[in-house]
């Protein structure tokens, strides 16, 4: 079996490589990095090793890759001869992979009207739909109808922590033991596509979330409490007991939430949020609170990770999660020097005060309990220079 996949950084050599190969797929890797490309070519294989004290080693077979800047026509050729697409290329390089996927796909109808799924295995909500609609803009009315008819783009929640690393062997990379990649089958045309590893779901928005609330909230207000703490590695955070009770107290509101919500059993999902937590706190796992905190305002959008749980959960139980907001007062104080957007967030705050920072990043409104909350919380933390 072909598989195609754009991306291949350490996400995409780490995570979905590693299980393609595991299904037996013939992988092609997709992408721009010039030197990358030419190593998987001259190599055809790489090794991924686990981020635990095994450090067990798996080689990846069978892979090749293509310049899609120099060679647009061989990736064309490849998405037309594909048996799965998946992309791991971050949410902003979607709408830039969309055309060539377009023009394999009406190169792939001349030949075969064999259905073939499309996955974006990114960490966004809809990220293969948001695809979906790049791809359809690029067709006419009648090429719409067929694109419909014969190929998938169903939508997917992957998790898996691949650090920043730097390895002897460029094309070596750390992971860590757990991952998680759940599909919604319900899109899928034909048969679902033969993945190991992956579990097909009829209804995708219960895993969406539970990850979204679960895993990147958490990630995210350890790394504000750690860097305010002064600490710049994420397990030593959690080695801070302070850091390790908000971290609990944070995902038992959003698991309140979660499984109010959902049917997620409480007793399972308590034991979710430890084995997250337990991530984290991997000692073999070398991560800055930098690089997880990194792009606060994003962090902050009213449907991101902080805000969005709290604004559910103020909907759902009418009260204010007090720990949820902690999170998002430490996220307005993140003022990392070489962040783009924590620079911008301290500007705002410098020049406007910090009201106008809170509206503006998290589209929360004046006056509201949850804002006036999060004005205090972080006045609370400005004076106290909470650690």
């Known amino acids: 079996m072909n598989a195609v996949h754009f991306g291949a950084g350490n996400i995409g050599r780490g995570f979905i490589g590693l299980l ?32 635990e004290e095994s450090q ?38 979607l709408p830039l992979i969309s055309g060539l996927i377009a023009k394999g796909l009406k190169k792939r109808l001349t030949q075969s009207k064999k259905p073939l799924t499309i996955i974006a295995c990114e960490n966004m909500i809809g990220g293969s739909t948001f695809l979906k609609e790049k791809v359809l803009e690029e067709l006419t009315t009648d090429e719409k109808i067929q694109f419909n008819t014969h190929f998938s783009f169903p939508n997917a929640a992957v998790d898996r922590i691949v650090p920043n690393q730097t390895n002897a062997d460029k094309l070596a990379v750390v992971v860590e033991p757990f991952y998680e990649w759940v599909v919604d089958e319900s899109e899928i045309k034909g048969t679902n ?17 539970r990850k979204l609330f679960t895993v990147n909230t958490g ?26 009770e908000m971290i609990e107290r944070v995902l038992q509101e959003t698991g309140r939430y979660l499984t109010t919500t959902y049917s997620f059993n409480e007793k399972e999902h308590a034991e979710y949020v430890q ?35 709290a604004t559910k959960y103020v909907e759902m139980f009418n009260e204010n999660p007090l720990y949820l907001v902690k999170g998002i007062a430490a996220a307005l ?12 967030i301290q500007t705002m705050i410098e020049q406007k005060g910090i009201q106008f920072a809170i509206e503006e990043t998290t589209s929360l409104k004046r006056g509201t309990d949850l ?15 909470i650690k």
């Open 275 to 309: 084995k997250i937590i337990n991530r984290f706190a991997n000692p073999y796992i070398s991560d800055d609170t930098t690089r997880v905190g990194r792009s606060p305002m994003r962090k902050l959008k009213n449907n991101d990770r902080l805000v969005r749980p």
């Open 20 to 51: 393609l190969h595991q299904s037996g797929y013939k992988t092609c890797f997709v992408d721009v990095n010039e030197e990358i490309v030419d190593l998987l070519n001259e190599k055809k294989q790489y090794t991924v090793k686990f981020a």
């Open 333 to 344: 104080h993140y003022d990392f020097k070489e962040d783009p957007e924590a620079n911008e």
């Open 193 to 209: 596509p033969p993945i190991q590893g992956v579990t097909f779901v009829q209804n995708l928005e219960p895993f969406i979330e």
């Open 56 to 93: 067990k080693e798996f080689l990846v077979k069978n892979v090749h890759a293509i310049n899609s800047i120099k060679n647009p026509e061989s990736v064309i050729n490849a998405v037309a001869n594909a048996d799965i697409v998946t992309a791991a290329v971050g949410a902003n390089i």
């Open 219 to 244: 990630h995210a207000v350890v790394a504000y409490f750690g860097y305010l703490a002064g600490i710049r590695n994420m397990h030593e955070a959690l080695e801070n007991m302070e850091i390790r």
């Open 371 to 385: 804002f006036e909350m999060i004005h205090e919380q972080y006045d609370r933390m400005a004076i106290s220079k």
